[in-house]
């Protein structure tokens, strides 16, 4: 069964950058699509950012392009998010998610696209 596992959140001012990871244990995701997505108080899980099994197609929302960069290490089972420029509206618990044994997603936007959550971790930019 496979764990995956959010680090590298924090409170941050506007401006400032954070590094989140992802690390998967107990099976190997270098063959499943991966993604971000968050959640803000009281409102819906929202994409972030997708990558796909070999690196070769990323996709941003549009509110984040350009600032944050989705990467990932298959040899070390773990994705990034590159964030930059943070706004207080990046505020949010964020999350990766995975896509098992797949390219990539039929519609990364739609959460019920994920076979396979991390437990999020917070992410607060104040202003």
């Known amino acids: 069964q496979v764990q995956l596992v959010e680090s590298g959140g924090g409170l941050m001012q506007a401006g400032g950058s954070l590094r989140l990871s992802c690390a998967a244990s107990?099976?190997?995701?270098?063959?499943?699509?991966m993604g971000w997505i968050r959640q803000a108080p009281g409102k819906e899980r929202e994409f972030v950012a997708a990558?796909?099994?070999?690196?070769?197609?990323?996709k941003y929302a549009d509110s984040v392009k350009g600032r944050f960069t989705i990467s990932r290490d298959n040899a070390k089972n773990t994705m990034y998010l590159q964030m930059n420029n943070l706004k207080p509206e990046d505020t949010a618990v964020y999350y990766c998610?995975?896509?098992?044994?797949?390219?990539?997603?039929?519609?990364?936007?739609?959460?019920?696209?994920?076979?396979?959550w991390g437990q999020g971790t917070q992410v607060t930019v104040s202003s």
């Open positions: 990558i796909s099994r070999g690196a070769t197609v990323t």
């Open positions: 107990g099976r190997t995701v270098r063959t499943d699509a």
């Open positions: 998610a995975a896509k098992r044994d797949s390219y990539w997603f039929s519609d990364p936007n739609n959460p019920n696209e994920y076979d396979y």
